[in-house]
């Protein structure tokens, strides 16, 4: 599960949907309301769109590289759709792997990881079976999960730059605007319409900056949060388990990982086994 390409998805996120399309729609509506229909017109400037969408566009193009860039963009979609987590059912799996290393031993545990779905965890799995130090199997897992999560900021770090762009972009359109608009100062009725002109740009790049990039990174930022601390409670299941600990132990300790309220609904089990 990752913020990135390489992450899985199975719905989608009702509430990033629902929320943006609200935005639109509180946005038109407002236009709308307090000028008529009409008024829609005048908040459409095609050169408006163009300095400010495509320079912000331009600007954060120059600041990484194409992949990278395109990468960013992509990452959109993934607001959309919700990601696998499911934290109850990894410690309930981790504690279901305790028993079986409990009863069987740490060797057994190199049949179950064929059945598991999550690298991080299979892989983690994998290094206990071969014998590798818990201080080098932490390193390990810690070492890729520091990676997974500068992948995840990348992606966080184009839809912030994205947002400052925008608004950045927009002055530059209003400027643009005011200067013309000056230009023909002879032309007093040529005034209130430029002017109009001219903001429409700061308002696209408010809207680029504050209905799409802000929303987005957000998200990205909560998905992060959210995966980290899977991985988290992975690595620890997992070292408790090389360490041989009782399975409630690991159980206990990986609960602590939840809030209050998923720990009253968290009906995680030991898989049946004896613990003596």
Not at 224 to 248: D, F, H, T, W
Request: net charge negative.
């Amino acid at each position: 599960m990752r913020i990135d390409a390489e992450m899985r998805v199975k719905v989608v996120d009702i509430a990033s949907i629902v929320g943006l399309i609200l935005c639109g729609v509180v946005f038109v509506f407002g236009i709308i309301s307090s000028g008529g229909v009409s008024a829609f017109g005048n908040f459409i400037d095609p050169p408006s769109v163009f300095i400010t969408f495509g320079g912000a566009f331009c600007c954060v193009l120059a600041s990484y590289s194409l992949t990278n860039f395109l990468s960013g963009i992509k990452s959109f979609r993934l607001v959309l759709k919700v990601p696998t987590f499911n934290t109850p059912e990894t410690i309930e799996k981790i504690i279901e792997l305790s028993n079986i290393a409990r009863k069987e031993g740490l060797l057994s545990l190199e049949e179950a990881a064929t059945e598991l779905e999550d690298d991080f965890l299979k892989k983690g799995i994998l290094l206990i079976v071969d014998g590798t130090d818990p201080e080098l199997v932490r390193a390990i897992m810690e070492t890729e999960l520091t990676s997974m999560e500068s992948r995840h900021k990348a992606k966080v770090g184009f839809w912030e730059s994205l947002g400052a762009m925008g608004p950045a972009w927009g002055m530059i359109g209003t400027l643009v605007g005011l200067i013309n608009m000056l230009n023909k100062m002879d032309d007093p009725s040529a005034v209130g319409p430029g002017m109009a002109t001219a903001l429409v740009t700061t308002l696209y790049g408010s809207l680029l900056a504050n209905w799409v990039c802000a929303p987005v990174a957000s998200k990205l930022k909560e998905n992060n949060g959210e995966e980290v601390m899977m991985k988290e409670i992975m690595i620890e299941g997992l070292l408790s388990i090389q360490a041989g600990e009782n399975p409630r132990v690991i159980e206990e300790k990986l609960k602590s990982f939840l809030s209050p309220d998923d720990k009253a609904d968290e009906s995680v089990e030991d898989g049946g086994e004896p613990i003596g």
